[in-house]
């Protein structure tokens, strides 16, 4: 063999050979169609409004507010909403909400992380309820999956691939004026539990710094972790941290520090008192009428900025949600505000 | 007329006098079929050493030798080597023609054979077993080829432990120490031209630690003249391999050249989404400038895309019904697309000189570069939850500890039916959820576009690796002789992470996840780039190629002098050896930290070592038949790099309690060779001491990403080996091996827990790990096995392999006292603890082989070998702890549990086909 026939072989082999392997070549997806009504009605399910499945859920279980209540959904429905909330700044944990406005009424989806990524707020959502349970946590009705504890009527739908097989996006709306409803010192009184899951706007509430009439007569703002609630009066030291040391001068929104001088760091709720009318002591154990709790977790990204000095008043945008002791009593009205801008100072 | 009588008797005693000192040995090598001359073939002299090298007409001399009796060792690719006992008197003795006989073509070891460790801790790729060169020695012969189905380490040895060579210069990685097959990985008949030694046997081209060496030499000079071509079908590595070399042999111009190309292509019979996609290619050129001076080139590369296996715990494989899932890909586009692909092209390029000042002395240099890039691609995501879809949430083993019994059923029946594809990577969510993203906060941050919440990175350790060595070698007239050398290196290697697809989105915003969760309202904490955040207002929008979250420098800087000398006394032959040197590293970020603004950018601290080394070995050679042989190596070698930084990705921090690593080896052996058969019998221990290792995890008890450094681990490794490599009858032979050792930890060592978010330390204690057994190699192995050669080279074997005691890698968080709760009794405690033994396993391996001479010029052969016949999918072959736990709060005290460990399996039946054509 010459030596031209042996560089001919080898260079053809290796001109083969620079063609052999494509493996990198994957194309990207279209764009998935949106859902619409029709892709559900094909589906051979029916439309029920959110205002519907509430109602339905409170008769069909005949619960208390306070009460472990599921319905089991069998039949072939499905909702929509507009997702107005987002968990991006950490205050919402696997939870989202949806609003329907022709029902204006909304409803607690409760799924999985990252929720702002795959259903941003102002999308339309379409839900195949058939497979999923409706739940009641200490008065609000959410849509989740079956729990295993007795102790909790549902349970968060956390598998991706049965998220997926549920919810499915519509179109992107955007997110209108008609989604908040607006709330002042003038028609609070009209407020009712067909506004829960709804995002309100609370305009000229007062930020209240003290001890509350109503309910458990906490003094806010206090924190709360591991059982225990922390707030100006808590005696001595807490767990070897003075309130000094532990919130500063400044009361935030949340908390997160270390305790026990462990390293392990510990996330706190925050709870701070709105109010339009601070001095009424409500009735029963109920809060009176005017009056909010906005409760943010320890894992908000805005924990560490400032709540509104005592007196300060400002407008606060929030979801509007409820919570009761289990024997549905000692009623609260919690807000959960969504993203730092949402409170205005005036 | 007298007068000139008694002149030419007088010059005729004279000459015989002088002739007295130059007896010596000459013939000629050829193959045996058809008498065919072989060239390049290397022949080995002893006792004394001497070699020579055969020419172009097969013929060879070495002259200038003492009578006596001598063995003369023939050795060449391709063909069986050969020893033939010679006496030498005062004349040359003329063997006329030495004939050598072709040999089965055996599977070629290169680094495809063993599966991909996928760790969860961070760490880039596990180290090789050492069994991959081919060795004359009859045990490593055996245990290299045989015992490599599972991982065997010889001796327990990490592959940082044996010593690659290539023309002189060690090629270890710098900054790992692992051997670098994967430099020539596909080149194996460029690179099949090796010296190698056993354990603590010095070598040639340096001492050696307690691995062996090996010693690749790509001179064309000594390569075989002729093309060799061979095409592999297979079903266990790749499915189909070409390769073609050839080699010029030494021309009568002086110059002397060969190259190689290679390409491997396709996947495997078990494991989904393996694949690959890999050539090689190698130029040498060497100009014999006369007898005395040669100068070498050599150019080799071997770029490479392969698909990764990652393990899975076993109530994953169970549920898919086999001990192959691969939880790494999912669909796209029809195909396979595999998240973890590693890719990377590393050059290397080397210059040779070597000078012969005289018969006995010898002077070479060299000097090598290697360079390139090296990546291996994972999916990352910013946030959302786990996309993985093994991930221990979606198995059904979750919902049962949430007392979710139903929920539990579902998820087997959606894993067992894989309905909607969930045992795979949903891609198609991925883009679409990336396709999603416009949101007005990150427009003001990023510019317009999309944010990618899901991509492939491709995590970066491109080197630059400038070796120098220097070796001279004098051959004293009493027999001993006299080998020393110098060896310098300087590396640079940049570990940073590249954006390798965006999935569908526009840019990926680099800012620290956890930071940001932790630190969100301190924008600059949460920076991987302070310097680009302060100048732009803004993290980096990465885009496809940019750099991300991570960049710096790993400089090592290594000197060493040795020297070695070999001298016999009567029948015992002595070599001891000593070497000195230093190594010198230190971390360069390139990028300041948001979390360690002033201990990030810049150089950390500098590191220095002493190295050291002191070795003897004792040969007694009762006869040519029987030697007795004792070895004693003490050693102390600078940490690795990768052990020297608590967190390099973030700061430039050292471990604490970093030392210099201290070995202490003993070996002694019985060798037995009776004509054909040979037999050895070896016991062996050593000490390894002030190992360091750092691992990062996610730590359930603090709640963290955790940085946990160890130091002071100790290991002691002891045992036995035994192989007998018999002629039974006609071409029949029976090959028999035992490896059996102790590899134990020997110390507890200490650990320091710190934050990652912070350099806060969390913990400190030691890991009650004594006595529990070094991980991932069968402490005992067994084979027995006939191979059988035709008079018309027919070639079959038969082997059977038994292995045991082979222990799974362990976590070290769960032998701490941090996952202790009050509530645990001591039983409690000792199964936390303990440590899983996989137990036995047996396997059987076949092959056949015939090649044919044609036209007395050119062979043709093909050779077909069959492993684990008895197609065993249940064999573990390595695993690892998970360093996660499940922490139960329900109980009155918090308790902590392991999560499952991950495992991998030997493949069932496998073939390997190998055609070959040689002239």
Not at chain 2, 113 to 133: K, R
């Amino acid at each position: 063999m010459t030596m031209k026939r042996i560089f001919q072989y080898l260079s053809a082999t290796a001109l083969a050979l620079l063609f052999a392997g494509c493996y990198n070549d994957f194309d990207a997806p279209a764009e998935e169609a949106v859902y619409t009504d029709a892709d559900l009605v094909s589906k051979g399910l029916t439309y029920i409004s959110i205002r519907d499945l509430k109602e339905q859920f409170w008769s069909r279980t005949g619960a208390g507010a306070g009460s472990v209540a599921s319905w089991a959904i069998d039949e072939p429905l499905y909702t929509r909403g507009k997702v107005i909330s987002t968990d991006r700044y950490g205050s919402l944990y696997k939870s989202l909400y949806l609003y329907d406005e022709s029902s204006e009424s909304a409803i607690e989806l409760k799924i999985t992380t990252g929720n702002y990524l795959f259903y941003p707020a102002g999308r339309e959502l379409f839900v195949e309820l058939k497979g999923l349970v409706l739940g009641n946590y200490r008065g609000m009705v959410s849509i989740g999956a079956a729990s295993a504890n007795s102790s909790y009527s549902n349970d968060n739908l956390e598998v991706p691939m049965l998220v997926r097989e549920h919810l499915h996006r519509g179109e992107e709306l955007g997110m209108t004026a008609a989604d908040t409803l607006v709330i002042d010192r003038t028609n609070y009184a009209t407020l009712t539990d067909d506004a829960l899951g709804r995002l309100v706007r609370f305009e000229g509430i007062e930020s209240v710094h003290g001890k509350a009439k109503w309910g458990y007569q906490n003094n806010f703002p206090n924190y709360f972790a591991n059982s225990t609630s922390y707030d100006r009066t808590s005696e001595g030291e807490l767990n070897g941290v003075t309130w000094a040391d532990f919130i500063g001068g400044t009361p935030t929104w949340a908390a997160w520090g270390s305790l026990n001088g462990a390293p392990t760091t510990t996330y706190f709720y925050g709870s701070a008192w709105f109010s339009y009318d601070k001095t009424n002591p409500g009735e029963n154990t109920a809060a009176a009428p005017g009056n909010y709790v906005v409760r943010t977790s320890g894992y908000a990204q805005f924990r560490g900025a400032p709540i509104p000095a005592d007196g300060a008043t400002v407008d606060l945008t929030a979801i509007y949600t409820k919570y009761t002791n289990t024997s549905g009593r000692y009623i609260t009205y919690q807000l959960v505000i969504l993203d730092e801008d949402d409170v205005v100072l005036k | 007329m007298k007068l000139k009588q008694l002149f030419t008797l007088l010059l005729s005693v004279l000459t015989l006098a002088a002739s007295a000192q130059t007896g010596g040995v000459r013939g000629r090598v050829v193959s045996r079929a058809g008498r065919a001359a072989l060239d390049g073939v290397r022949i080995t002299m002893t006792p004394g050493d001497r070699t020579a090298l055969s020419a172009s007409d097969g013929a060879f001399l070495i002259e200038g030798v003492e009578p006596g009796n001598y063995a003369l060792r023939f050795e060449t690719p391709d063909f069986e080597p050969l020893t033939i006992a010679v006496r030498v008197d005062r004349l040359v003795h003329d063997m006329q023609a030495v004939v050598m006989v072709p040999a089965s073509q055996r599977e070629a070891l290169d680094d495809s054979i063993f599966a991909e460790f996928d760790v969860e801790t961070g760490s880039d790729a596990q180290s090789l077993p050492t069994s991959l060169s081919a060795s004359k020695d009859v045990f490593n012969n055996i245990a290299s080829y045989k015992f490599s189905e599972m991982r065997f380490n010889v001796r327990g040895y990490d592959s940082q432990y044996q010593d690659v060579y290539m023309n002189g210069i060690r090629l270890n990685d710098a900054l790992t120490g692992y051997t670098p097959w994967s430099l020539w990985s596909g080149l194996n008949d460029a690179t099949r031209n090796q010296e190698n030694t056993t354990g603590l046997r010095i070598s040639e081209v340096g001492l050696g630690g307690v691995g062996g060496t090996t010693n690749i030499v790509t001179l064309p000079s000594q390569m075989r003249k002729g093309l060799r071509a061979s095409l592999v079908s297979a079903n266990s590595n790749y499915r189909f391999r070409v390769m073609a070399t050839y080699a010029s042999g030494r021309q009568d111009n002086g110059w002397s050249y060969a190259f190689s190309l290679s390409t491997r292509q396709g996947g495997n019979d078990y494991v989904d989404g393996v694949y690959y996609n890999a050539f090689g290619y190698f130029a040498a050129v060497e100009k014999e400038f006369n007898a005395r001076h040669r100068l070498a080139l050599t150019v080799l590369g071997a770029p490479t895309e392969r698909g990764a296996q990652q393990a899975s715990t076993q109530e994953a494989y169970d549920l898919v019904g086999n001990n192959y899932y691969n939880p790494n890909w999912g669909w796209q586009d029809g195909k396979r697309r595999n998240a973890r692909v590693r890719d990377y092209h590393e050059p290397l390029v080397m210059l040779n000189y070597i000078a012969d000042f005289s018969e006995r002395s010898r002077l070479s240099l060299a000097a090598s570069y290697r360079f390139g890039q090296n990546g291996y691609s994972a999916l990352t995501w910013q946030n959302g939850p786990d996309p993985r879809p093994d991930y221990y949430r979606y198995l059904p083993s979750y919902f049962e500890r949430d007392g979710n019994p139903a929920g539990a059923a579902m998820q087997q029946v959606y894993w067992q039916a894989n309905y909607d594809n969930i045992r795979h990577f949903d891609w198609d969510n991925m883009y679409q959820t990336n396709y999603l993203q416009n949101d007005p906060a990150d427009e003001a941050l990023y510019g317009p576009g999309r944010r990618s919440n899901y991509m492939v990175e491709a995590r970066h350790t491109d080197q630059r690796d400038l070796n120098f060595a220097a070796l001279f070698s004098h051959l004293f007239r009493n027999g001993s002789k006299l080998n020393a050398g110098l060896a310098l290196r300087r590396n640079r290697t940049e570990y940073y992470s590249e954006v390798k697809d965006l999935l569908g989105g526009d840019y990926w915003a680099d800012i620290d996840k956890f930071a940001e969760r932790d630190f969100a309202s301190t924008p600059e904490a949460y920076q991987n780039n302070l310097d680009y955040y302060f100048a732009h207002g803004a993290a980096h929008a990465a885009r496809k190629g940019d750099k991300y979250s991570y960049d710096y420098y790993a400089h090592v800087a290594k000197g060493s002098a040795w020297l070695s000398y070999a001298f016999s006394v009567g029948r015992l032959a002595v070599t001891a050896g000593g070497e000195i040197g230093f190594a010198n590293m230190w971390r360069e970020g390139r990028w300041r930290k948001g979390l360690f603004p002033d201990n990030s950018k810049g150089d950390s601290e500098k590191l220095d070592f002493l190295t050291y080394k002191g070795k003897l070995n004792l040969a007694y050679r009762f006869s040519a038949a029987h030697v007795v042989e004792a070895n004693v190596l003490y050693m102390q070698q600078a940490p690795d790099f990768r052990s020297a930084f608590v967190s390099p990705r973030t700061r430039n921090t050292v471990t604490p309690n970093l030392k210099e690593e201290r070995i202490f080896a003993a070996d002694a052996s019985y060798n037995l060779r009776l004509g054909d058969l040979k037999a050895r019998l070896s016991g062996f221990v050593t000490t390894i001491r002030d190992q360091a290792k750092v691992l990062s995890y996610y730590d359930d008890v603090a709640s963290t990403y955790t940085n946990f450094a160890m130091s002071g681990i100790d290991k002691l490794h002891f045992g036995l080996e035994a192989a007998l490599s018999a002629p039974i009858w006609r071409g029949l032979t029976l090959n028999a091996a035992v490896s059996w050792g102790q590899y134990t930890y020997d110390s507890n060592p200490d650990y320091v827990q710190t934050q990652d978010n912070s350099a806060a330390v969390i913990s400190r204690g030691r890991v009650y790990w004594k006595d529990f057994h070094v991980e991932s190699t069968p402490q005992l192995a067994a084979n027995i096995g006939l191979a059988y050669r035709s008079n018309r080279n027919l070639f079959l074997s038969l082997d059977a392999n038994f292995y045991d005691n082979m222990y799974l890698s362990m976590s070290p968080i769960y032998r701490t006292d941090e996952v202790i709760s009050s509530g645990m009794t001591p039983a409690d405690i000792a199964y936390i603890r303990r440590q899983e033994n996989f137990g036995s396993a047996f396997v059987l391996n076949a092959s056949v082989g015939k090649n044919w001479s044609i036209m007395r010029k050119y062979t043709l052969g093909f050779s077909l070998s069959v492993n684990n016949i008895l197609n065993d999918q249940d064999i573990k072959t390595g695993g690892y702890e998970q360093t996660r736990l499940v922490k139960n709060t329900e109980t009155a005290v918090t308790s902590y549990q392991p999560f499952d460990s991950k495992y991998f399996y030997m493949f069932g039946t496998t073939y390997y086909m190998n055609l070959y054509f040689r002239f």
